[in-house]
């Protein structure tokens, strides 16, 4: 028996400013603040422990928000002190997380949007499957550094049927 598919909760961004952050996020692609930035520090608190087990001891203070998309998944933009660009933000062939999709059917218009924000355009728009979907992506990054990419349709549109054959 398949488990149940499970919903996404949210995604944990670390950036270098979380005020420009927020503001990016929110104003250009949308989000929604849910809180506001606060700052947490390593104390005995509830929030003070439970990121003690996550950071282990020593990591003094963060300064974090939460924002939400339209479909209620959850941005959470962390603040570290000491932190620091990667040498290469897009290095796909070390594990983990090297990518997140936003999904907007004028897509041409939010890059424009990225782009006039400080992003980057990683290359050129590109159709999926010209002869049977119009469906369009393209890669990005936010005026940070992070990658992401841009859908014009859903994942489950865009895959289905075959999808690379």
């Known amino acids: 028996m398949l488990p149940t598919p499970r919903t996404f909760s949210h995604i944990g961004l670390s950036v270098p400013?979380?005020?420009?952050a927020v503001k990016f996020y929110s104003e250009v692609l949308g989000f929604y603040v849910i809180m506001q930035p606060t700052e947490i520090?390593?104390?005995?608190?509830?929030?003070?422990?439970?990121?003690?087990?996550?950071?282990?001891?020593g990591w003094e203070k963060i300064r974090i928000a939460h924002l939400a998309t339209a479909d209620r998944v959850g941005i959470e933009l962390f603040e570290f002190a000491g932190n620091h660009a990667p040498e290469q933000n897009l290095?796909?062939?070390?594990?983990?997380?090297f990518h997140f999709a936003i999904q907007d059917p004028n897509l041409e218009d939010l890059l424009a949007k990225i782009v006039a924000a400080g992003g980057k355009q990683r290359m050129p728009v590109r159709e999926y499957f010209p002869s049977d979907k119009p469906?369009?992506?393209?890669?990005?990054?936010?005026?940070?550094?992070?990658?992401?990419?841009?859908y014009s349709h859903s994942y489950e549109l865009t895959y289905s049927g075959g999808a690379y054959t």
């Open 91 to 97: 290095n796909y062939r070390q594990h983990g997380t």
């Open 41 to 57: 520090t390593e104390d005995d608190s509830d929030i003070g422990q439970m990121c003690t087990d996550v950071f282990d001891p």
């Open 135 to 150: 469906y369009r992506m393209v890669y990005v990054e936010d005026p940070f550094g992070i990658v992401f990419e841009l």
């Open 17 to 20: 400013d979380l005020e420009a």
